[in-house]
């Protein structure tokens, strides 16, 4: 360093400190409004889009409501004897119990093989189908028994 340099004194007075501290207050303050006015209309757009999808999943479940099936319309005598039966489609309902273990283990074979290894999900499935049907193959799904439901 040469001589006719002197190291000079960087101190900071009380009114020097305040004035700084008041000008960081007054930046940090306009750029905090300066901000916030930029970011409302995201916000905005935001609540308005969160506010529309809850109405739309309230319309829901009345739309996804599951009609009893038809079932056959028997018309009987006077003494309790079949005289004709219709139907557009010929079920009769039975509760869950009275159905076959085996016709359950039927339909859960048929519909999803891999129905107790794969917890709902069945990536393998998925990828497969992805592959077989970016492929140019025949188009495949892979929803398990219970992504259908």
Known sequence: MPPSQKPTSRAVRPPQLLALLLAFLLVAGIGGILSAGMLLPAVATAGAVSTASTELFQDLPTELEIADPSQQSV???AEGNTMATFF??????????????HMRDAVIAVEDHRFYDHNGVDLEGIM???VS?????DIQGASTLTQQY
């Open 75 to 77: 018309i009987l005598d």
């Open 88 to 101: 557009a489609e010929n079920r009769i309902l039975v509760a869950y119990d009275e159905i076959s273990p």
């Open 128 to 130: 497969r189908a992805m």
């Open 133 to 137: 049907n970016i492929g140019g193959d």
